[in-house]
């Protein structure tokens, strides 16, 4: 063949369907690639529950200087990290590439040069490997990071609270792969908020734990910020908080750890009702916590405690951030859905329901 012949061959296959078809069975071995924000990330997982390795490799002291994650050098650093963070998957979990079932990855939402980076990776290995591509919404992995928890029992339908840098949602999941969005951030997401007002107090990046860190040595009366209630409505508003923390700051005497405490409490109050508020409208069996603010001590406790008697279940904070099992383990409840394309495409927006 010649060589324009076999390039016009490599083409055509490349835009067709893989050629291993993906047959679900209960026991599968999933891969599963994560890189939409800042954390290259691979994960193996066996029938959907047992995580065999979660390897991840973060960036976040690099962005750290910046005050932000630089979606630019989130890609450079992803391409670096990408191949040894697979290998070290694969040697961890003791696994072959051929004892795969299938190759997950974050197609979207996400910064849409890092998804690239992981996509295409997933892409070549399920190419190479002959193994087929399953591609996941990066919230749906997060929901499903619930699953990995060892003595949770998830039960659909689940009210679920995605609450990352980049998302703030509250989502109703009636069965697997069917989503309603109850409601969303109208504004800056809740990481992004305690990331903002941790930079306003001069507290550091990422914000989240700096925040909680220094709220621990509030004193009994913290300064009361505004909530955006926003009337019935179960979306948030988050940006109206951040100046009330450049305000207070200026013009008030008020220590650091009181100033970051209000802030805190402010944010876990609106999450907490609104969230217990949409469970028990919905009748939902079990309440879900995900995305990086979950880890977040006082978020988690006041949670449990408004929800109850409603079970609420939350990952490890390991789980709670950007990793790859918890994309191996939606990709097993979304097997059945069939495999994608190698022409499958990045979705830096991608809503996981109407
Ligand atoms: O899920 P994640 O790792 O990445 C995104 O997809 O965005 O979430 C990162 C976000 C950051 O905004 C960080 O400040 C926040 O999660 N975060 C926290 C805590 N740990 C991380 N927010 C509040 N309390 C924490 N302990
Ligand atoms: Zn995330």
Known sequence: MSRQAKMRSAFRRSASPPTTPLRYNASMLILGIETSCDETAAGIVADGRRMLTNVVAS?????????GVVPEVASRHHIEAMLPVVRAALLEAKCRPSDLDAIAVTAGPGLAGSLLVGLNTAKALAYGWSRPLIAVNHLEGHLY????????????????????????????????????????????????AFDKAARVLGLGFPGGPAIERAARDAGPKPPRLPRAWLGDSSDFSFSGLKTAVARVAQESSAPVADIAAGFQTAVIDVLVKKTVRAARETGARCVLLSGGVAANGPLRQALREAASPIPVWV????????????????????????????????????????
Not at 321 to 336: K, L, Q, S
């Open 59 to 67: 960036q976040a002291d690099i962005h750290a200087r910046y005050g």
């Open 145 to 192: 990071a619930n699953w990995l928890v060892e003595d949770a029992r998830p039960e659909l339908p689940a009210i679920v609270l995605i609450v990352s840098g980049g998302h703030s949602e509250i989502i109703l999941a009636e069965d697997h792969g069917s989503y309603r969005l109850m409601g969303r951030t109208r504004d800056d997401a809740a990481g992004e």
């Open 315 to 354: 990952p490890p904070p390991v789980l709670c951030t950007d990793n790859g099992a918890m994309i191996a383990v939606a990709a097993h409840f979304r097997a059945e859905a069939g495999a994608a394309g190698l022409n499958l495409d990045v979705r830096a927006s991608w809503p996981i329901a109407g």
